[in-house]
Every structure is written in C-alpha cells, then in structure tokens.
C-alpha cells in the first residue's frame, strides 16, 4: 500500500473515531501515532508523542491564545455587552427592526473585545432577546440577528480563529487582524441592511419602540467608552507596530482586568470563575493543537497534502472553481464541528493547494473565516444556533433557520465581493 492511501485511511479513521464521539484532540493524536507506528516504526511514533506536548505548551506564540481568551472573560465580568447593548437600543430602538439592529452593532462591538463566535452568541442572546420579546419583535428576526451576529466573534479582530490561522500557516497574525477588520465592518452593515430591508417589506418583524431623549442617548454611551478605548488601543498598537500581537494580548487582558475592576465587576467569585474558564477553554484548543501536529507529522511522512495540492493544481479547472470546492469543504465541515478544529484538521491538507494556486494566505485566511461563520448557522447543525436554544429554550430550531436565511445570503454577497475585490481585505495590512 503507498503512503499516500495509508493516509487516506488515517483521515477515514479519524472520522470514525468523530463519529464515535471520540474528542477531537485525542482522536488526531491517536490516528497520528497510529499512521506513524505504520509509516516508521514504534519508537520514532513515542518520540513524537512524548516531544509535542511540551514543544506546543512552552510556545511563546500560543501564549497569545490564552491572553485574549482572559481578555474577553474580564470584558464579559465588567456587563460591557449589556453597556454597549443598552447604548444602541437608546439610540436605535425607535426605527423599525432598530433592536435588531442595534444587536448586530452589539455583537460586533462585543466581538471586537470577545474574540469568540459562540461566546458572543451566547452573551448576546441572553441580553437582547428578552428585549425584543418585550417589544413584541418575530422570534424569526429576533433569534436570526442574534445567531447571525454571534458569528462576528470570529471575524472582527482579536480573533482567536485568526490566530490560530496565522500559527498554523506561518502567516503574520497582525496582518490577519488588520485583514478582517474591514470585512468584518462590511458583513456588520450588509446586516443591518438585511433586518431593514426585511422590516420595510413586513413591518410586523420589528416593530418600533419608544422614543428616547437626546440627554438618555448621551448618557448611554457612557457604559462603552471604556471597551472601545481599550479596542483601539490593542488593534492600533498592533497596526503602528508598537505592539506585537502577542504584547497586544497582554495589554487586552490587564486593560479588560482594570475596566471591570474600575466598575467594581470584580469579586474573588467572578476572578477565579475568569481564569477557570479561561483555563478551560485553553486547554480545549491545546489539547486539539497537540492533536493536530501528531496528525500533522503522520499526515506530512504521507506525502498527502503535497499529492493533492499537485493533483488539484492540475485539473482542467479554473483556481476559483478548485477554490470554490474547498470553501464548499469548509462550509460542510462547520456545520458539525467547531471552527477552531476544522482548521486545525483540514489546513494541513488544503492549505498546500492553495500555495500552489498562488492565492494570498491573508486573503484565503478571511475567506476561509467568513465560510466557517456561514457553518455556525447553516442547517441542520449549526453550532450557533444550538448555543442561542440555551438563550431561547422555547423558540422551536425550525424558527431560527427560517430567520438566518436572509443573513446567509449577506454573508455569501460578502465571499463574492472579497472574491472580486480582495483588496477590501488587503488594504489595511499594506500600509501597516
């Protein structure tokens, strides 16, 4: 048997494993040492199995995971959500479909301090549905903003998917962050779009609500300036070079600390409940991380990545419509697993090819993000709206897919502009 098919067999081994609910990280790390067994011999799998561990452990740059997960439990613990929440809900909320709006505008500014798709969801469902329950607003639009602007968490820097990316390919994660700011801008107001084109066609989906005082819309920022300082700070010190992203990190994570202990958010209950939860989540992704480069070690003595690359490179197709099938694996792939595992399994594989079709790694790693956002709402799984039922136990699923659809065909009109005009994504990082 060549090398090649036994990895194939590996990758048909790992889904069965999957299948068998088996967790991620330990499955990769089992077909891994197994492929190794086969392709070597036992002591050169047990070396690789004992060494990867600590390798990924001690690694300096992964410290930036880590940073930016504690940034964004302190941001949750100082109520910043429910601040920037309240402050849209003042200034929109008169406009027919204005809380939806202001939700979406809420899950991207909550998103740029969070970091995390289904962190933002969930915070976000669990403040803003109760309100437009109150205001009578269609559990259609009410849930399909709330999933649909969750999915922000993984686009609008600091994006922990975008770290990881830039780990894994060797790509500058600076630069990945810059990348997405302007897409993420764009997929925020192509949102806002969709709900007011949704609520000038039925305006039984978003009522309006009351009207609010110039002094209360002043007043209500208040709330947010804080985060939006410390936004500002993180992301510009990245792009002026003052900061590596690693630095930024740090940065992020005490400023978030200080913001949260200036409100006096902060107890010994809510900072140790910060760090265990960041030390969960951590874990969780080291754990897949440690797992993937076993699998990846086994995958590269195949010779299988390079294979494929070469025989998709050489089929009588245009690069976008290779490109388009391998979005179509990303898409397949995020509706039943996490991102964060999808890029770590599938990148090792796929990214070669797209070396070898001489597209721009920054520019496919938006992409390639935008397309797992479209997975955490796509049906029939769809990781976001599963983590939104936990906000609103009684709104059957079927009612939330019916209200993503019109947020899905934002975010494919996004895919097709960055396709047509990749410069939207690499504006920002040439002039860093």
């Not at 089992?30 to 086969?38: E, I, K, P, Q, R």
């Not at 803003?128 to 009410?142: G, H, V």
């Not at 994570?253 to 951590?282: C, I, N, P």
Request: charge should be positive; proline fraction near 5%; charged fraction near 10%.
């Amino acid at each position: 048997m060549s090398s090649e098919w036994i990895g194939i067999l590996g990758i048909l081994l790992l889904f069965v494993f999957l299948a068998l609910k088996m967790y991620i990280g330990i499955a990769m790390a089992l077909v891994g040492f197994l492929g190794l067994c086969v392709i070597q011999d036992t002591r050169s799998a047990l070396y690789i199995l004992s060494i990867t561990p600590l390798a990924e452990s001690k690694s300096y740059t992964l410290s930036v995971i880590p940073l930016f997960i504690l940034m964004g439990q302190f941001a949750f613990v100082s109520g910043v959500s429910e601040d920037i929440y309240k402050a849209l809900h003042a200034w929109l909320g008169r406009c027919r479909g204005g809380l939806a709006m202001a939700t979406i505008m809420a899950c991207g500014g909550f998103a740029a301090v969070c970091g995390s798709s289904l962190a933002t969801g969930a915070t976000m469902g669990m403040v803003a549905i109760p309100e437009m329950n109150k205001y009578r607003y269609d559990q259609r639009l009410s849930t399909g903003c709330v999933a649909a602007g969750g999915t922000l968490g993984i686009l609008i820097p600091p994006s922990i998917g975008f770290v990881l990316y830039g780990i894994l390919v060797e790509a500058s994660i600076g630069k990945l962050f810059m990348a997405g700011l302007l897409p993420g801008l764009l997929l925020s107001a192509l949102f806002v779009l969709t709900i007011y084109v949704q609520c000038r066609i039925q305006p039984a989906l978003g009522p309006s609500g009351p009207r609010t005082s110039w002094t209360v819309k002043w007043r209500s920022l208040k709330g947010a300036w804080g985060m939006l300082l410390l936004f500002a700070l993180v992301m510009g010190g990245i792009y002026y070079g003052i900061f590596t992203p690693t630095e930024a990190a740090g940065m992020g994570a005490f400023g978030s600390f200080l913001f949260a202990l200036l409100r006096k958010r902060v107890t010994w209950d809510t900072f140790m409940w910060s760090l265990q939860e960041t030390g969960t989540t951590t874990a969780m992704i080291f754990l897949i991380i440690i797992g993937a480069n076993i699998f990846s070690a086994f995958l590269g003595l195949t010779g299988l990545p390079m294979w494929l690359a070469d025989t998709l490179a050489a089929l009588p197709l245009p690069r976008y419509a290779i490109l388009a099938v391998m979005l179509a694996i990303f898409l397949a792939l995020g509706c039943v697993m996490d991102c964060y595992a999808i890029m770590i399994l599938v990148l090792p594989i796929l990214f070669p090819v797209v070396q070898a079709l001489q597209f721009d790694p920054i520019w496919f790693g938006v992409i390639m993000v935008i397309v797992l956002e479209a997975g955490l709402i796509t049906p029939p799984i769809g990781l976001n709206v599963f983590v939104l039922k936990a906000a609103a136990p009684n709104v059957p699923l079927s009612t939330v897919f019916r209200g993503i659809g019109p947020f899905l065909i934002a975010i494919l009109v996004v895919i097709l502009l960055l396709t047509f005009f990749p410069q939207i994504a690499l504006f920002i990082p040439a002039h860093m």
